[in-house]
């Protein structure tokens, strides 16, 4: 596997901002994505080019193009959050869902719901803010791989790392993980420490919610 953690004083202040347990759900969600266009870029390196012919308002001459499919896979709910950055950024790409919920007492992935594109030769995008235990992440590549997509054709995209979910990714050999923070571990429960908490709750605004009984009657 290929780790690669993005640097930069920009990618830290967002960090800071999404850590903080004060911060709104909008602001949250607002600050995810705009740590999404760092992240992004970085899990298009190396897609295939072709040389193309461009008329510029100076002459004549050559430039190039991204010739290789991309398919963006957004594990629900909190992989939405990626979408935005990941579609702005290259609005060719295709996208795709995986709902994958974690039991909080086995702590092992529970799937629910696919629908993602087959391209031959794409790249294959993964998008969850948060890569803890790994378990879902090994579902999620597994299932790709048994569709005969190649580890190489893979990149997996989070905001935060625990080095469990990182130990656990090793053994995909040509996969690649491009991610903003590797924190320090995880608690008793599965959470990552000190992480930001549940992402999907906190993008969504589900965190401080109060069930109101008798709501919209």
């Given at each position: 596997?290929?780790?690669?953690v993005?640097?930069g004083?920009?990618?830290e202040?967002l ?9 709104p759900?909008?602001?949250f ?7 999404g266009?760092l992240?992004i870029p ?10 193309v ?6 002459s004549?001459?050559?430039s190039?193009?991204?010739s ?8 629900l ?5 990626l979408?935005?950055?990941a579609i702005?950024?290259y609005?060719?790409?295709?996208i ?9 007492e086995t702590?092992?992935p529970?799937?629910?719901y ?6 031959r030769g ?8 948060m890569?803890a ?6 579902y999620?590549i597994?299932e790709?791989?048994s569709k005969?997509?190649k580890a ?5 995209v989070?905001v935060?790392s ?7 990714l090793?053994?995909f ?5 491009v ?10 429960y599965?959470?990552i420490?000190p992480?930001?908490g549940d ?9 401080d ?9």
């Amino acid at each position: 596997m290929n780790l690669k953690v993005v640097e930069g004083a920009l990618k830290e202040d967002l960090l800071t901002v999404l850590r903080k347990k004060d911060t709104p759900h909008w602001l949250f969600r607002e600050t995810l994505e705009k740590l999404g266009l760092l992240l992004i870029p970085e899990a298009l390196k190396g897609l295939e080019l072709k040389r193309v012919e461009v008329e510029t308002p100076v002459s004549e001459g050559f430039s190039y193009q991204v010739s290789q499919e991309v398919v963006f896979i957004a594990i629900l709910r909190a992989g939405l959050s990626l979408i935005p950055p990941a579609i702005g950024l290259y609005p060719k790409g295709r996208i795709g869902f995986m709902g994958v919920y974690r039991n909080e007492e086995t702590l092992e992935p529970v799937p629910y719901y696919k629908k993602y594109p087959l391209v031959r030769g794409a790249r294959y995008v993964l998008l969850d803010p948060m890569l803890a235990t790994g378990g879902t992440a090994s579902y999620c590549i597994e299932e790709l791989l048994s569709k005969g997509i190649k580890a190489e054709q893979l990149t997996f995209v989070s905001v935060v790392s625990a080095p469990e979910g990182i130990d656990r990714l090793k053994r995909f050999e040509g996969l690649t993980l491009v991610t903003a923070a590797v924190d320090e571990r995880l608690n008793d429960y599965g959470y990552i420490v000190p992480g930001l908490g549940d992402a999907g709750d906190r993008f969504c605004g589900t965190d401080d919610v109060e069930v109101v009984e008798g709501y919209g009657v």
